[in-house]
């Protein structure tokens, strides 16, 4: 669509809808217009005037929309308007991670079908354009790992915590107030947001999709003063870490979980909303990219550039999926981990492969041991429900 | 020249050349083969077979090559065999910095005439993808500033001296040893490829093509041990920074310089042959960007991307160079600078608009003040030949 103009229908009109709203007005782009905006609530009190519907439809028929961006909460929402797109050959952006990390099989499939493109870089990573590097810079290097923190707000609540002693309300409400946090905090706090990201990133590092049930997740909601007190001693922090990495023999590993980061890693320097991803290969060694992972004008402005990138018929190549060395899934990986609890039952729980460390009293019991993601990922529901905390913690 | 394969003509075969090879040997490359390798010194013994010539002709004769890979030192050189690669219509990658920072106006001239690609991602920042980026993702924000460590064996010189106390001379040594550093080491460390890196960055961060001879670049040759000291006082390090802003009024300033940076700046942590750059915008705020600036592998797989980019047609769209607000370029910029000298004479040199900190003592004089890039670059050519050291000093 080279020198077309894009007139846009848009779903959702919250932080990041706004944000994209704003940034189109500030540089006044000629090629981009916001046509039409669909939104849950009509009666809502809205600062622009543009035209709004509620009615999906008012989009789908409108002959002059060319393009469809879709920013709503609602994964299943969501999924129907981007799959309805596709299948009438309307390029779409979408930041609905959650649907993608669900769906993104059958949406490769509809993208081919159909000759159309859909881009999500902005649900990625915020303002970070890991996908698109992903895709067309590190093609050829044999990649080995891609870890991050890939949720801003969650990191913004531990920088709170760690830097400014703030408690975790507090800088939970924070998060909010500032508009970082999803509507719904477990996404954030529990893992389920940087899980989705890790789904979408894998499948353009490695070429392999593994759906969200069957990698282990678990989040900073459990961590208590004991925890955070552990973590100083040994001068690290606490970082919530979506992780992918190749091992040995073609097995892909993956996993979101706390993890104890010293001070010499890049990811220790990754403050407040801020994301940070480090991507290593056998060429380029270790490459580090930062940026804000939130808000309205970062993200805004990161889902201009997939619509733009549309304009010059820029499509996501997938060039790992046809890769005839396809690697395998396992969670068959042992590694250390810092595992405090406070009944001895809840020790029971996991089955360390071996122990290093152990202390007990009172107020605070912790082992220090190696452990297996599958032996994690089958108590994962349990984990989450008693009072204990788990975060990972590597020798270096 | 989708589904095509290349048949690469490649000119040069030293540290980046060698990297490239083995690169792609080691992936297994089906589509891109190295058909025959123009080199200077036919008699040298090459670790490979393969058809060596030391005749351009040979290249350009050659019917099956439909691809240039151009990986010399000689600026003078490069510039020839790109211009006539162009010329027949057949797209190049190119590594040569200074050649592009002389003859970047009319390169892009020549790929518009004869709609061919020429692309030189690896040549700004090794395998940092920072050029494809500002292209690609950066193209609506609106950009204040860029900023970075875009020479890696200078970066690793100051390294081994602030971390590990060597002396200049010996870091210097091991960086050339280890093939960090290019031939000539004055383009190096007095600043010169740095400035070349950051005349690239520029034209596609601002649209603006600048001079090398009109922006002020020094390096890091003058700087003595106490000047090391200073910094270490001061709880600052020198990093060798080149710079461009836009300021007020649409006026862009540009420099090349060691700056005295703080311990919370992320650039003070980019250690060894690394690179990083910060990349400033309207919408975005900041972003990082860290890697491998230099080396065989790292540069060589940089180069593979952009050869790969051309298997999908890809090429520069130099968008803001369509800019109708385009920045005009300035040196009329007052900042504090350190300034170690050694006799009164010298301090003359530099017209300082203020002074905010004078030491004098037999061993060591210095003054902390207020200069414009004007009268730096006036005399930049005086200031290397004497035994002063200037640093740029920011008040954060």
């Known amino acids: 669509m080279n020198g077309k103009k894009l007139n846009i229908g848009l779903f959702g009109f919250g932080t990041v809808g706004c944000g994209l709203y704003d940034v189109l007005k500030r540089i006044g782009s000629k090629n981009v217009e916001i046509k039409r905006i669909c939104v849950r609530d009509l009666s809502k009190q809205r600062p622009i005037d543009a035209e709004f519907t509620d009615n999906a439809d008012d989009i789908f028929n409108d002959p002059d929309i060319n393009f469809i961006v879709e920013l709503i909460d609602d994964a299943d929402a969501a999924y129907t308007i981007v799959k309805r797109a596709l299948q009438m050959s309307l390029p779409v952006v ?38 698109r590097n992903l895709e067309e810079y590190y093609d050829n290097d044999l990649l080995t790992s891609v870890k991050g923190i890939l949720n801003g707000s969650s990191n913004f609540i531990l920088s709170k915590i760690f830097n400014e002693k703030m408690s975790y309300a507090d800088a939970l409400k924070l ?15 529990d893992g389920w947001d940087s899980l989705f990201k890790l789904i979408i990133i894998t499948i353009h590092a490695f070429g392999l999709y593994v759906a969200p049930e069957d990698i282990f997740t678990y989040g900073i909601s459990n961590m208590n003063d004991a925890d955070i007190r552990f973590a100083n001693e ?20 993956m996993s979101v979980m706390p993890q104890l980061i010293s001070r010499n890693k890049y990811i220790y320097s990754v403050e407040d909303e801020f994301n940070g991803v480090v991507i290593k290969g056998l060429f380029y060694d270790k490459q580090f990219m930062f940026g804000r992972g939130a808000g ?30 396809m690697p395998t899934y396992t969670t068959d990986h042992s590694f250390r981990v810092y595992y405090r609890y406070s009944d001895y039952a809840d020790l029971d729980l996991v089955k360390f492969e071996s122990v290093s460390e152990n202390y007990i009293s009172d107020e605070y019991k912790y082992v220090v041991g190696k452990v297996s993601l599958r032996e994690l990922h089958k108590v994962q529901d349990e984990l989450r429900k008693r009072n204990v905390f788990i975060a990972a913690y590597p020798n270096d």
């Open 234 to 253: 040994k001068e690290r922090r606490f970082k919530l870490v979506a992780h992918v990495e190749k091992l040995q023999g073609n097995k892909l590993i």
């Open 94 to 131: 979408s930041g609905n991670k959650k649907m993608l990390a669900h769906h993104i099989e059958e949406l490769i499939e509809l993208q081919a079908r159909y000759n159309v493109a859909l881009l999500y870089d902005a649900s990625a990573c915020g303002s970070i354009p890991v996908i």
């Open 175 to 189: 998060a909010q107030d500032l508009g970082f946090a999803e509507s719904n905090p477990s996404l954030d706090i």
């Open 296 to 325: 309205g004008y970062p993200t805004g402005s990161a889902v201009l550039s997939d619509i733009t990138a549309c304009l010059y018929d820029y499509k996501y190549e997938y060039k790992k999926r046809n890769d005839s060395q």
